[in-house]
Structures are given as structure tokens and as C-alpha cells.
């Protein structure tokens, strides 16, 4: 009997595998020449697009117990799932008989990815942005896909700098169209004329639709950074540097000299002898 093996009644193929190879046996006898005819036909793949037809004779020899049909598989950049054909047997001459097993199913294994919507996130992880600048561009990122319309939620969120002091709160749908990658969204600062030293605050991303992922980074920091001058600076008292004491000085004469030593110390012998000489 002429059958396919097991292993190539119904085997799974990738996209792109390039071939498939279908092993074909004979027995229990293997006496004498016999031949069998195959060919392919459509199931859910379609010839020329998904495999090339492929059809023919296959000739044991006397004592020949396997042969194989080789089919070559087509990769396409569809997305179109797993896709099968057939392989039948049929037309056996030399005496042999058609057993079971005369057709394979092959199926070809979609290698292609379906459309993705998309992983969104924050261009930048952090932002330094000046008192004075009035606004600050936040950038959000939408990644690995683009397919249908997709939404996500923004929201700021206080650290040091507060919302309606120091920035405008923000909280809003951000919007992307089908095939739209990049959205922005405008944070307002505002210059308050008050030393702080440099404030943050938080934007973050929540609440995808459309399929979308939220990716990483999610959350933005922003600092403000202070353009007030310090009031403390230069008094010494905060941060300001205190003056240097005035220089040491040294009065010249002040200092005992050698040659003044030597002069006291001729008046103090002379003296006594002054005053006796007097007194005789």
C-alpha cells in the first residue's frame, strides 16, 4: 500500500520555512516497480500566492520502500492567520494499492503581525523649564503601532510646586488619530515675583483606549526652575558670604628695636654715676 507517513498527514509549516517536505511509504510489500501520482490543491492558501502548485509521479523502484514531495512555500506580507492546502495521492500503477492515508493538510503558520494600536508614553522622563518661560511643551509618544484611534488620560499632580500658584493643573484626554504618533499638550508656569528656590511637580499617564498600552516612562517631573534673586544672598545670613575682617596692622614704632636695648641699657650704668660725680 501507498500511504503518507504520520508525520505528513497534517503538518505545520511556517511562513517562512521556504519548503515543506511530505514523506511518502510503501508496504508491507515492495516487490516490483509501482507508481503514484500527486498533486497539490487549494484549501484556505491559494496557489501562486501562498505555495507553488506542485504535481507529478512518483516511482518506487523494486525493494524502494519511501520517496518524498518537496512543495515550496510563498511568504507573503498579509496578515491573514493560519492558511492550509492539500497533497493527494491517487493513480497508483504496478500492482500497488491506495491505502488510508493518500491526502496531507498542510498548514502554513502566519508570520506576519496583526496591526498594533500602540504602547504610549512620555518623551521625556524630565523636564527643567525656567519661572519665566510662561509655558513647556510635554511631548507624548505613541510607539510600536499606529492602527485605529487610541486616547489617554493626563493629569499633573503636585510636589513642591502648586497648582494654581506656581503652575495651571492639568487633567485631559489627550486624542490620537489612526496612523497619529505624537501629541503635545501645553503646561503653563506661572512667575509668582516670590523666592522659592526651584519647585516640581508630576504629569502622568492612565486610562488607555482603542487597545492601547500604557509603556514607559509613564511620568514626566518638571522642574521650575526659581528666577527671583535670593534675599538672603551677601548678608551673611543665608547663604551669602561674609566679608573678610580688615587687615592687621603694625605700628613701627611700636616695636622694641636692637638698637634702642643697647640704648637703655648705657642709661641705666651711667645714671648712678651722674648723680655721684653731683654729689661730690
Known amino acids: 500500500q501507498i500511504n503518507f507517513t ?7 509549516v511556517g511562513e ?5 517536505t511530505l514523506n511518502v511509504s510503501r508496504g508491507p510489500g515492495t516487490q516490483g516497480d509501482v507508481t503514484v501520482d500527486f498533486a497539490t490543491a487549494d484549501g484556505t492558501a491559494t496557489a501562486a500566492a501562498d505555495y507553488v502548485a506542485t504535481s507529478g509521479t512518483l516511482a518506487f523502484a523494486d525493494g524502494q520502500t519511501a520517496q518524498q514531495i518537496v512543495v515550496d512555500i510563498i511568504d507573503d506580507a498579509d496578515i491573514e492567520g493560519d492558511e492550509n492546502f492539500f497533497v493527494n495521492l491517487s493513480n497508483v ?6 491505502g488510508a492515508a493518500i491526502r496531507s493538510t498542510v498548514t502554513i503558520a502566519d508570520d506576519d503581525d496583526p496591526p498594533s494600536p500602540g504602547i504610549l508614553l512620555m518623551n521625556n522622563q524630565t523636564l527643567n523649564v525656567d519661572e519665566n518661560a510662561g509655558t513647556v511643551d510635554i511631548i507624548i509618544r505613541r510607539a510600536t503601532g499606529n492602527e485605529g484611534a487610541v486616547s489617554v488620560m493626563l493629569n499633573s499632580a503636585d510636589g513642591t510646586a ?3 500658584q506656581d503652575y495651571q493643573a492639568i487633567s485631559q484626554v489627550v486624542s490620537f488619530a489612526n496612523a497619529e504618533n505624537t501629541r503635545t499638550v501645553t503646561l503653563t508656569i506661572l512667575d509668582d515675583q516670590t523666592f522659592e528656590g526651584n519647585e516640581t511637580l508630576s504629569l502622568s499617564l492612565s486610562n488607555p483606549t482603542g487597545n492601547a498600552v500604557i509603556g514607559s516612562p509613564s511620568n514626566t517631573t518638571v522642574t521650575i526652575v526659581e528666577d527671583e534673586p535670593d534675599p538672603n544672598a551677601g548678608t551673611g545670613n543665608g547663604g551669602g558670604t561674609t566679608p573678610p575682617p580688615p587687615p592687621t596692622t603694625t605700628d613701627p614704632d611700636s ?3 636692637p638698637e634702642s636695648i643697647g640704648a637703655v641699657f648705657w642709661l641705666l650704668i651711667l645714671l648712678p654715676l651722674v648723680r655721684l660725680v653731683r654729689k661730690k
Open 16 to 20: 517562512t520555512g521556504a519548503t515543506v
Open 255 to 257: 616695636e622694641l628695636k
Open 162 to 164: 502648586l497648582a494654581g
Open 6 to 12: 504520520a508525520a505528513s498527514q497534517a503538518p505545520i
Open 93 to 98: 500503477a504496478g500492482g500497488a494499492d491506495l
